[in-house]
């Protein structure tokens, strides 16, 4: 039986599906102020928007893209992971929250550690993932930046940790809390041997980070608009009493106060980053 009206009438069209209808070039994405702007643009602006300079929130993958250069890098400690050494639960176990959020993130931690060449000149960069359990202070993030120092050390490598973080991770308590000493033990070893260590502090960078190694670097820089903080201003106002000051505890607010170095763009951070190990190293 022979359905007609399932035929085309004219033959040999070629239209493509593109022409065919309106197909979106990729996802968008609105900043806070309103303003909005097509991904692979804020991709190409390293995940900063022209608009209105808002940095978006970006991952270990992006950063190291933006960093490293042509994106070659080596990434080194793939292997170590997370155990939930207290059985600990909330909500639900720790061991299933980090099945859940490994399976998310395709990651192992909340940190990744690379060497690579930027703008020419080798150095070693961990990076936080806030998408893995808020960027939080584990075991595997004080055993990798550990490891991480002992490879500067021996390669003679300036040293980098872009810092984007909640704080320490609750699921671990106080085996979270013995990475501050653990960490600032290291660096104070990397500082021993003369070998530079520079902080890149992201949004948002809080808790037992800023207590320790975000704050102890040589050359601490911060993005603009970044908050930056112990506990959180709710918090702080209602032990102290008082309204804080506009724009506290964001990186403008801090530079202005001498706790940051330098505000440096997410676009000019590579440029920036190799011109101070150059400048420091060489």
Not at 111 to 128: L, P, Q
Not at 138 to 164: F, N, T, W
Not at 223 to 230: Q, T
Request: charge should be neutral.
């Amino acid at each position: 039986m022979a359905f007609d009206w399932f035929k085309r009438k004219a033959k040999n069209i070629t239209t493509s599906t593109e022409d065919k209808k309106d197909v979106p070039k990729g996802l968008w994405h609105q900043t806070p102020t309103g303003k909005v702007i097509e991904h692979e643009e804020l991709k190409a602006n390293n995940y900063v928007s022209p608009e209105d300079g808002f940095h978006v929130r970006i991952g270990s993958n992006e950063f190291f893209s933006i960093l490293f250069d042509d994106n070659q890098y080596t990434e080194l400690d793939t292997n170590v992971e997370s155990v939930d050494m207290l059985k600990f639960k909330d909500t639900k176990t720790y061991a299933d929250r980090l099945k859940e959020v490994s399976a998310k993130t395709k990651l192992k931690d909340s940190i990744r550690n690379a060497v690579g060449t930027v703008n020419g000149t080798k150095m070693y960069i961990s990076c936080m993932d806030f998408a893995f359990i808020g960027g939080s202070l584990g075991s595997v993030m004080g055993e990798k930046i550990r490891r991480a120092v002992d490879y500067c050390i021996e390669h003679r490598l300036p040293y980098m940790i872009i810092c984007q973080s909640g704080g320490a991770r609750m699921q671990e308590a106080t085996y979270s809390l013995m990475q501050l000493a653990k960490v600032q033990s290291k660096l104070a070893q990397l500082s021993d041997e003369g070998l530079l260590y520079i902080a890149y502090l992201c949004d948002p960078t809080f808790g037992g980070i800023t207590a320790s190694f975000a704050m102890t670097a040589d050359i601490i820089i911060a993005e603009p608009g970044a908050l930056i903080g112990f506990a959180g201003p709710r918090v702080i106002r209602e032990t102290i009493g008082k309204d804080l000051p506009e724009g506290f505890q964001t990186s403008e607010f801090l530079q202005e106060k001498g706790f940051v170095d330098f505000i440096v763009k997410r676009t000019e951070i590579k440029e920036k980053v190799s011109k101070t190990v150059n400048l420091l190293v060489h």
